[in-house]
Structure formats: C-alpha cells, structure tokens
C-alpha cells in the first residue's frame, strides 16, 4: 500500500469494479450524484481513525465530532451541495467511557445544526481504536464537478488556508497556542454557504481542501487536463500562521499550500468571481511536453504537495 498510494488505489479499485452507467456523478468526486424520484442525491462517505485524524489528548470529544461531521457535510459542499442528513457509524474500544461517546455525538449534532442537516442512523462496534464513519447525502441545484475546468478559467478560493496546518504544526511541536491555529486544526469551519454560491455563480469546477491546496487542486488540474498557476502574492496570509511559521523556521505560504483540513472550497470559473471569493490563479492548456498540473508563480512547487495516506 504505501508503494502504491490512496489514489491509485481508488483507481485500480475503480477498474475493477467497472463503468457505472446508472450514476450521474461516480466514484472519482467528492460526492456521488444518483438519481432519484424528482431530481437526484448527493452522497459521500468518509472515516476517521484515532491516532491519524484526530487525537483524544489534543481534543476534545465534541472537537471530534464537530471536525468529523464537517468533513462530510464539506464534500456535500464541494459539489455545490447543502447535506441533508448523515448516518454515523462508530468502531468503539470497550474501555472507553460513555460520557466521550455523548460529548462526541453532541459535537456531530452542533455541527449538523449549523446547514441544517441531521443524524439519520448509523451502527456501533468493538474496535480496538476509536473509528468514526460517517455518509452525508445532500442535494444541489446543480452539482459541480472537480474534473471540468478549462483553459482560460480563474482559479478562487473561499474559506481560510493554512491555519488548521499552522495548528497542527504547532500540536506536534507539543504546543497549544496561538490558540486561532489550534482551534482551526480541532474544529474546522467550511464555508458551507461558497459550494451553492459558487455553482449559482457558474463555477466550471470545484473540490474542499482537505488534504492541502496544492494537492486537492491537483485533482482538478489532471481531471481537467489543464496547469493551473498560482500567483503567491495573491494570497492572504493570517498574522497567526506567520507567528507559526516564524516560531518553527517554516515558511508561511508552506501552510497555505499544503496545509491540509481547513476544508475551504478552492474552484475554476469562466466568468465573474463570486463576492467573498480570492482569485489565485488561473489555468491554461499545458505546453509542449508539460503535464497537467499545478505550478506556484510558473514552477513546480518544491517538497511535500499535502497529505499523503500510507506515506
């Protein structure tokens, strides 16, 4: 697995099971449109594993479960949606106190309330490490893919970048503040009202970044065939994440770019951007010899692109 990586494994998982012809959007997005009597659903499932995304001594049971509820109600978003409801399933370990178990799924509940959506159902299990999965169905007037940008389309995100990386940063060294930082990587807060802004507004494509920027948009230049090139000094940059990267000897835009779970919604439109929105970039037809992809100010970005499972 670590040879192989996430994404090509969802690749040849998807060879293997085939063309699925009765499905609008398929596996691929951040969310599968289906169809449905009237229209069609949304719907996306995603996990959480204790130890790789999240940790009980970092935060709280209802920091969990806001952060695991956002995270799916964010890919709800990310396809200019609004999630209706989420079905929650946990792996527990028997030794684990009840009361964490109800902090947790006030956490879900608090998070839920804020697009209005609610807990539908779920299931419960032994597990030697605490695993939370959890499926969002939603519904958009019109979903937007991440695969259909085109040369010539402005690159905008909403949202903030680089704050839940500064804070997580911050975690590891064994610190707890600045405490905007912190919160951030505990409890994200998606711009849950961007994803139906933006596909009202005509967005051509559109992804949340949840794993870094560089590497969410990547998906969006090779699905689309473009390169899409950032301008650095386009970006807004939290006095926070300098204090962070300052602190650390990093960089600051080194956690804009590849600081991952602060679930904004990074996307390509052909015409005006959306009020709220920070053009970045744009994305044009690659050149002679030139694949796909992303470039920071006309080059490849050097080191790490974002989060990487099984790395």
């Not at 997005?29 to 499932?45: H, M, Q, T, W």
């Amino acid at each position: 697995m670590a040879d192989v990586g996430e994404f090509a494994l969802i690749a040849l998982i998807r060879e293997r099971l085939g063309v699925t012809s009765g499905l609008i959007i398929g596996p691929g997005d951040d969310a599968a449109e289906i169809p449905a009597p009237g229209g069609s659903l949304l719907i996306s499932s995603d996990l959480l594993v204790e130890g790789r995304h999240f940790r009980r001594d970092w935060s709280s049971a209802e920091d969990v479960g806001r952060k695991a509820a956002a995270a799916n109600l964010s890919d709800i978003n990310a396809m200019g949606g609004t999630a209706t409801a989420l079905t929650v399933s946990l792996g527990l370990p028997g030794d684990l106190g009840v009361d964490w178990v109800m902090q947790l799924a006030d956490g879900l509940a608090a998070e839920c309330a804020v697009v209005g959506a609610e807990i539908a159902g779920g299931d419960v299990t032994a597990s030697d490490a605490i695993v939370i999965a959890i499926s969002a169905v939603g519904h958009a007037s019109r979903a937007v893919r991440r695969d259909t940008a085109a040369a010539g389309d402005a690159i905008a995100f909403a949202g903030n970048l680089g704050l839940a990386g500064a804070g997580f940063a911050t975690l590891s060294r064994g610190f707890r503040s600045p405490r905007a930082v912190v919160d951030a990587h505990r409890v994200p807060t998606p711009p849950y009202t961007a994803g139906p802004q933006a596909a009202a507004a005509g967005a051509t494509a559109l992804i949340d970044v949840s794993d870094g920027l560089l590497a969410d948009l990547g998906h969006i230049a090779r699905g689309s065939g473009v390169v899409v090139d950032l301008d650095s000094s386009a970006f807004p940059i939290s006095e926070w994440v300098v204090t962070v990267a300052d602190a650390l000897g990093s960089e600051p835009l080194r956690y804009i770019l590849t600081g991952g779970d602060d679930y904004a919604l990074v996307g390509s439109f052909d015409g005006d951007i959306p009020e709220g929105w920070t053009r970045i970039g744009i994305a044009r037809h690659p050149e002679l010899g030139e694949e796909p992809g992303v470039l920071v100010d006309g080059a490849p970005y050097e080191g790490a692109q974002g989060h990487q499972h099984f790395r």
